[in-house]
């Protein structure tokens, strides 16, 4: 279970986000909506552990993770700009996870096959990222944070870059996925019929707080 416990951010004097709340349990997806601006990314960011709390900590199945640093929680981040490595291929874009927690090469590199098939990507393993489409480049990173079965996911848009047929397919199998792999997941979208589609729960950001959505 990931918990957020009375966080609250300011950037100068404006006051972004105000003692908040949130448990998202493991298996279960939870959607992020609020207005441009509204500090969505700034609570991923938080909860990644890129940027500390102004008050308020973030706990993981009963632990206070909130000083533990990015690389040692075990999270996936997917953000808007995708981040991918543009000196490697495909494969080695989506086997990199693996290859850094200490796994051989090849079986490294045998896995992320697996993972490229199941998102389409196969035909591409040995293309450089850059030569790939928005749409495709965005399916590599989507396949890079799942593959090292990380305890959390935390999406900002992650399909926001796919054509609508692509996107239901996409968003059924990243559902699957999370639901065998039971991974918490935050979920940031502008599209409520898509966040409706994906998450049992929602919840909204407006001025600094958050509220129950359905
Ligand atoms: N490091 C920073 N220093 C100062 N202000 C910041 C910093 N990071 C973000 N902000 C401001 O905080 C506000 C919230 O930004 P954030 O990116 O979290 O919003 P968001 O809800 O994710 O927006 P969007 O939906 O447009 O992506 C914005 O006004 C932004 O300019």
Redesign the pocket.
């Known amino acids: 279970m990931l918990e957020l416990r009375h966080i609250s951010q300011n950037?100068?004097d404006r006051v972004?986000l105000q003692d908040i709340n949130l448990q998202v349990a493991a298996g279960e997806i939870v959607a992020l909506l609020?207005?441009?601006?509204?500090?969505?990314?700034?609570?991923l960011s938080i909860v990644a552990g890129l940027q500390p709390p102004l008050k308020g900590s973030v706990w993981f199945d009963g632990q206070d993770i909130t000083r533990v640093p990015p690389e040692r929680r075990h999270f996936a981040l997917m953000f808007?700009d995708f981040a991918l490595f543009a000196h490697l291929n495909v494969l080695d874009n989506v086997a990199f996870g693996l290859v850094e927690q200490r796994l051989a090469k090849s079986d490294a590199r045998a896995r992320a096959a697996r993972m490229l098939e199941r998102f389409g990507l196969l035909d591409h393993a040995r293309h450089k990222v850059w030569t790939l489409s928005g749409g495709e480049q965005q399916r590599v990173a989507l396949a890079r944070a799942l593959i090292t079965n990380p305890r959390a996911l935390l999406l900002d848009e992650p399909f926001s870059a796919l054509d609508a047929e692509l996107r239901q397919g996409l968003r059924e199998e990243f559902c699957r996925h999370i639901a065998a792999a039971g991974m918490a997941t935050l979920l940031?979208t502008?599209d409520e019929a898509e966040a409706r589609a994906m998450a049992a729960r929602g919840v909204r950001?407006v001025d600094g707080q958050l509220r129950a959505a359905w």
């Open positions: 950037y100068g972004l609020g207005p441009s601006g509204s500090g969505k990314s700034t609570l808007q940031v502008h950001l």
